[in-house]
């Protein structure tokens, strides 16, 4: 009867922290983007520029790239910088991989650019903005992993080949959750497209 007890409430600490961690990130600040057309299969959207902290690491998969990337990138972050300042984080995580070679990055806030914000003390972040860019994206959920990004990357290709969409650059993945978050996760790829919105045209 006792180990019935210790389990239950175990149970019960345990779905509190993961409705906590659903409702933490809820609240934490998410990149920019207005939604431009939704389709059954995938969405186009419109990001405008946004400041970026990237790293390139010679890693080719998800969980290599992932690992090494965010101990980099958080520990600028989380103090790493020429003015000792603890910078929120922000979702989504972008990642792209190639061949040999990938790239992650964290979306500053919007109250930070380049002028304004902290120098990174690791030398390899680099501090960039981005381009304004129209993408097509798709969502899945669950934990993902290179055979499960790389699955949704010809997903996307095939949608977009069957829409004859022009894509330019390559494929991204978009990670918006913790580690330890087990449900209601949110994962996407995104690739940049060419894109001319009726109310563009002169």
Known sequence: MKSIVIIS?????????QVYIVMAGNKTETQTYRLVQVDEKFEIRYYPVATLAEVSLQ??????????????????????????????????????????????????????????????NDSTIVIKTSKAEYVAAIAFGGFANTK???????????????????????FRYLG?????????????????IDYIEKNELK
């Open 148 to 170: 499960k990004i790389n699955a949704h990357i010809a997903k996307l290709k095939q949608i977009l080949q069957d829409k004859n969409i022009s894509s330019k650059g390559k």
């Open 9 to 17: 409430i175990i149970i019960l600490i345990f779905s509190f922290f």
């Open 59 to 120: 890693s080719n998969s998800y969980k290599e790239l992932g690992n090494k990337g965010f101990r980099k990138l958080a520990g600028f972050i989380f103090g790493g910088n020429n003015e000792n300042k603890s910078i929120s984080m922000t979702s989504p995580v972008h990642m792209q991989m190639g061949d040999s070679a990938g790239t992650m990055a964290f979306v500053l806030p919007k109250s930070y650019n380049k002028e304004n914000l902290p120098k990174p």
């Open 176 to 192: 918006y959750n913790p580690p330890y978050q087990l449900f209601g996760r949110k994962n996407e790829i995104i690739v940049t």
